[in-house]
């Protein structure tokens, strides 16, 4: 038995799905776009996490820019 809080299982297991769909149907990363569909259910959404934007495909969210990137001396 699992509890039942914030928004059905349903309804986490349809967000996280399109989460899924959304980042390319990318494997590996199931448990991750299960925890930010419950969060995004709940109104959880790390606020931090959101304005960085880091998804829960967090490598595709590089933009490779910085100072040490490619072509500094």
Known sequence: ???NTNGTEGQVRQRAYELWEQHGRSVGHEAEFWRQAERELKGEASSSDTSRGVTAN???ARSGSGSDGPGKV
């Open 58 to 60: 967090a490598p595709s």
């Open 1 to 3: 038995m699992k509890p």
